[in-house]
């Protein structure tokens, strides 16, 4: 009954190679969400797309991107992940962007950098 | 902008007994309440929310009281089980017509046997 899906769950890089996360989304759902949490802390928003519209926080750094090629998918980009990059990444959907619409997240692909 | 406090950090309680986290919020335009529940190594899962038009919501041994002129919300488990362990998150919608969900520090809720 997996709803939203991301793969992989572990992801280890190297301190400087880029690297790609991927989320997808039986939903059907117009808007995804990617997070970033670090250790003990709360989820962070990082960008948001309402369909192909992308919307980034102002405080994302540059290393990160996404791309949202259909409907179903989103992916993380991180141009060259710092030690500091490391941490619990954690992709979610609502139908609409509407205050009120639930976010369903997926389970997080967890990234350490060595 | 929108700042989510969370208290406490962590709170044990015996099986049975009650537990409360609150938070407080700093948009008055902020409209809509979820709370999380994470246990360790999953996904947050939204276990009880609160539009700003009630000023309370219960969900079986789950409820959650809104305070709009205070700017604080606050849950409610009774009976706490075990498998009520896990980090709680409040989180609050930027203002009132977007989607962003800032979200409190998360409290560790430990129900000890």
């Known amino acids: 009954d997996a709803m939203v899906i991301q793969n992989p769950r572990y992801q280890v890089t190297q301190f400087g190679k880029p690297v790609t996360l991927s989320c997808s989304q039986t939903l059907n759902h117009n808007v995804m969400y990617w997070y970033q949490q670090k250790s003990s802390q709360a989820p962070k928003l990082l960008f948001h797309?309402?369909?192909?519209?992308?919307?980034n926080e102002a405080d994302t750094p540059d290393n990160f991107q996404s791309r949202r090629p259909n409907t179903s998918f989103c992916f993380l980009d991180i141009r060259s992940p710092g030690l500091g990059d490391a941490a619990m990444y954690l992709c979610a959907t609502s139908l609409y962007s509407r205050a009120t619409d639930t976010q369903y997240f997926g389970p997080g692909t967890r990234l350490t950098v060595l | 902008g929108e700042n989510v406090e969370q208290h406490p950090s962590t709170l044990s309680v015996q099986e049975g007994d009650s537990a409360v986290i609150k938070c407080t919020y700093s948009?008055?335009?902020?409209?809509?309440f979820p709370w999380y529940k994470q246990e360790l190594g999953k996904r947050p899962q939204l276990i009880i929310d609160?539009?700003?038009?009630?000023g309370e919501k219960k969900d079986q041994r789950i409820a959650v009281t809104l305070n709009k002129t205070a700017k604080h919300f606050s849950l409610h488990i009774t009976e706490t089980q075990p498998e009520d362990s896990a980090v709680y998150f409040c989180?609050?919608?930027?203002?009132?017509?977007?989607?962003?969900?800032?979200f409190g520090t998360g409290t560790l809720l430990a129900v000890q046997p």
């Open positions: 989180a609050a919608i930027v203002g009132g017509a977007t989607n962003k969900l800032i």
């Open positions: 797309y309402y369909d192909k519209d992308f919307n």
């Open positions: 948009d008055s335009a902020s409209n809509y």
């Open positions: 609160i539009r700003s038009n009630v």
